[in-house]
Nanobody, 127 residues
């Protein structure tokens, strides 16, 4: 079974930075497209960013473009989310997700496409 473990969340002031990590075990990491999603209290889970199996294709939500960057290190079986210029609106539980049932170019926003999910890590941004 594929297991995903997020880390790196915490409390930060507006304008600050955090880097989230997601360590993947159980299968060949390079066979999976990876995504980050987030969910705030009372809100639906929403797409943040995704990266294709090779890392060549990337995609991110309009709300985080220019501030967040997704990357992966296939040698370390880890995907990252670098978050800069954080805003209070970014406060949420952030989830890592993986899918191997997509093309080599897939970096999509559809939660239904992802087969495996981590437990989530809390990010809180204060004013």
């Amino acid at each position: 079974q594929v297991q995903l473990v997020e880390s790196g969340g915490g409390l930060v002031q507006a304008g600050g930075s955090l880097r989230l990590s997601c360590a993947v075990s159980g299968r060949t990491f390079s066979s999976y497209a990876m995504g980050w999603f987030r969910q705030a209290p009372g809100k639906e889970r929403e797409f943040v960013a995704a990266i294709s199996k090779s890392g060549y294709n990337r995609n991110s939500a309009d709300s985080v473009k220019g501030r967040f960057t997704i990357s992966r290190d296939n040698a370390k079986n880890t995907v990252y989310l670098q978050m800069n210029s954080l805003k209070p609106e970014d406060t949420a539980v952030y989830y890592c997700a993986a899918t191997g049932t997509v093309s080599s170019y897939y970096a999509g926003a559809a939660a239904d496409a992802y087969d495996y999910w981590g437990q989530g890590t809390q990010v809180t941004v204060s004013s």
